[in-house]
């Protein structure tokens, strides 16, 4: 079991660049199976989980090259439909390998998917939409076989905001036949970094960054190069990791326009901060202020993603602060290992009740990607040394967290 060191209770100062958005890249590397050619993407993140969507796109008979973090994929000569069982299940992403294969093989299939363990996280609606679509759908021994004799546009309302269903539907309508109207989808940044994608690659889409998009089918699309966007999550967890140890620090290429809602619950905590083409200076010397309530929400609301690491944050402030978690019910599977850091947290429901104290070094376990995150967060602002254990979760979303953190200024070390 590997794990990461950090010494607690030294100020954040220093610089560090951003990478590049695994949220966004993943959906990226899905869409490169619609085009019958290559899709070049810069400033793709080296990631654990981006390596499985690799390794997924390979099995079925793509070509990848990496070049620094420029990622080259060759979809040309695809010979399966089927995506690997073992790898399709490591990551919840893969479900939206259905849209893709459906849209260009008319079939397509893929394991029940996996992903961090953090509640139900069901696919209903996902699956529902390439239905509507015209898609036959069947699951047996796990795995979910999807066929079609032609997908078709259609009327699809979404009862509720998923980034996963919105992208799922919208690979699968870009090559359909006719026009294609998605109601009620997700706004998120990653969806419209997908649709940008596809316009480049020839997709007719009107309603970029709305909640209501219209997709009228083409034949074919063309050979694309695309920047990744910077990683808002991971900006956000350094930022975050300035504001509990007291520090200052400087994001470099930040995507500020995407962290409105998390640059917001800084300033009430006390954190000052100014902003200049995507360099973020931060000064987070009276980050010690209270949240009173905190509740994350779709985009633009605050995101589910950093709500454990705003918890570890809110550990230490002077003051009583609440968190409701809305997206995900088990969202809160951090919460007993930040208090065997000495937390003081009292869970009712989905409300996480958070109490002024300290925290004090402690050997804990990551159980998933950024509750990891939070750990090593809480780390820096704990007496003493900190053990996390299980860091592989964190590397599924973090190229290289202490690298990054050591740029900061922070004593971190992996096993
Ligand atoms: C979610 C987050 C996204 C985050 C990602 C990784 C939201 C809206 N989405 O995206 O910001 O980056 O996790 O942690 O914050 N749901 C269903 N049926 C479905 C699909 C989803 O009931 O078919 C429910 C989920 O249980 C959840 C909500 O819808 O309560 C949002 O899920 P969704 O946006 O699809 O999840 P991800 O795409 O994983």
Redesign the pocket.
Known sequence: MKGIKVVGGIPLTGEVRIQGSK?AALPLMAAALLNKGTTILHGCPKIADVFVMEKILQLLGAKTVWKNHTLEINTEFLEKIQVDEKEGRKM?SSIILLGSLLGRFQEGIVPHPG??V??????????EALKQMGAEISETKGQIFAKTKGLKGCFIHFP??????T?NALLASVLAEGTTILNGC?K?P?VCTLCKFLKKAGAEIKGVGSSQLVIKGVERLQDVEFQVPRDR?AAGTYLYASAITRGEGILLDAPIDEMGAVLQAYKKIGGQYTCNSGKLTLCSFYADRPMEHLQ?Q??PGF???LQSVFMAVLTVAKGESRITEN??EDRFKTVPQLQAMGAKIELEGNTARILPGYLKGAEVIASEL?GGAALLVAGLAAQGETYVKNCNYIERGYENICRDLSMLGAQIFRD
Do not use: M
């Open positions: 949220n919840r992903g961090c953090i509640g139900k996280r069901p696919i209903d609606l996902h699956l509720f905001v998923s980034v996963g269903a992208q997700s998120e990653e999550i994350t779709v985009y995101p589910t993603d997206i995900f950024r």
